[in-house]
């Protein structure tokens, strides 16, 4: 008996499962208990052994553990926590960045701190995405994405919708006498003063493409859009950014036009018979 599990062991040692010790054959009660004793530890080592075996192929839906094993707790434990943290992966996968691990030691401080970088990244790119990189106002796609919204908003709750297009005047040419870092410049301004002439927090101002924005405004009939038209126009041109190809003027100005709509009207006008 004594060599027969000195044996065993000595397969275990060598990384390997020995057959278990058949304790029919033993004759006194010591060897017999020594036997089941030995087989116990064999029956634990095989088990390990089915249990790594899937999971270092990331099959967990493949892993049992028998509950008589006094293995089987912290096995269970694990397993159960290696699954959750599949789920969590997968939610965060989708976009789920509020999911935290708290039950994996280290692990779950890079874990958590990839999903913090991960949130904070997209928080960037959604940004980027619909913010004009120059000016800082939301771009064509973010005038987009707010008329799409405001106008349905318009439709259900009966009320209308203006917007003022503005166009910078012979920008171009401004360009041409002064350089594109100054152009850059001015479109910084005229952006700003628009935006700074919205006293609404509905109000919504963009940089609809190269000279040109446009300004949102739910709620407002076409008086008050026509006048809120004017008071931009008024101070864009009290800037006095010099623009010596502009005439009469030699100072930057805009040109604008207004649009209202109102029940199924579409209103459009300009606020001065010149255009500007």
Same mark, same amino acid.
């Given at each position: ?55 270092? /192929? ?24 290696? &699954? ?42 959604? /940004? ?72 609404r927090p509905v109000d919504f101002c963009a940089r609809y493409g190269g000279e040109e ?8 009939? &076409? ?54």
């Amino acid at each position: 008996m004594i060599e027969e599990a000195i044996e065993k062991l000595a397969i275990l040692l060598q990384g390997k499962i020995p057959e278990k010790i058949d304790i029919e054959k033993l004759d006194n009660e010591s060897e017999h208990k020594f036997g089941e004793m030995l087989n116990q530890v064999i029956d634990s080592i095989q088990e390990i052994h089915e249990f790594i075996i899937p999971l270092s /192929r990331g099959e967990l839906q493949d892993i049992r553990v028998q509950a008589g094993n006094f293995l089987a707790s912290p096995f269970k434990e694990l397993h159960s926590s290696l &699954l959750h943290l599949t789920w969590q992966a997968k939610q965060v996968a989708n976009g789920d960045y509020k999911q935290r691990v708290d039950f994996m030691g280290d692990f779950s401080e890079a874990f958590n701190s990839m999903i913090i970088s991960l949130d904070h990244y997209e928080k960037i790119l959604k /940004r980027q995405a619909v913010f004009d990189a120059l000016t800082g106002i939301p771009n064509h796609r973010g005038f987009l994405e707010t008329i799409s919204k405001e106008f349905k908003r318009s439709r259900r709750d009966q009320q209308p919708l203006s917007i003022i297009m503005c166009d910078i005047d012979n920008f171009k040419a401004y360009n041409d006498t002064y350089g594109h870092s100054s152009g850059d410049l001015c479109l910084k301004k005229v952006a700003q003063t628009i935006n700074n002439t919205l006293k609404r927090p509905v109000d919504f101002c963009a940089r609809y493409g190269g000279e040109e924005f446009v300004v949102i405004l739910p709620n407002t009939a &076409l008086d008050g859009a026509m006048q809120l038209a004017e008071k931009i126009r008024l101070n864009i041109e009290g800037m006095g950014i010099k623009h010596k190809k502009s005439l009469p003027t030699q100072i930057v100005t805009l040109s604008l036009g207004v649009a209202t709509s109102e029940d199924t009207t579409l209103v459009l006008r300009i606020p001065r018979e010149n255009g500007h």
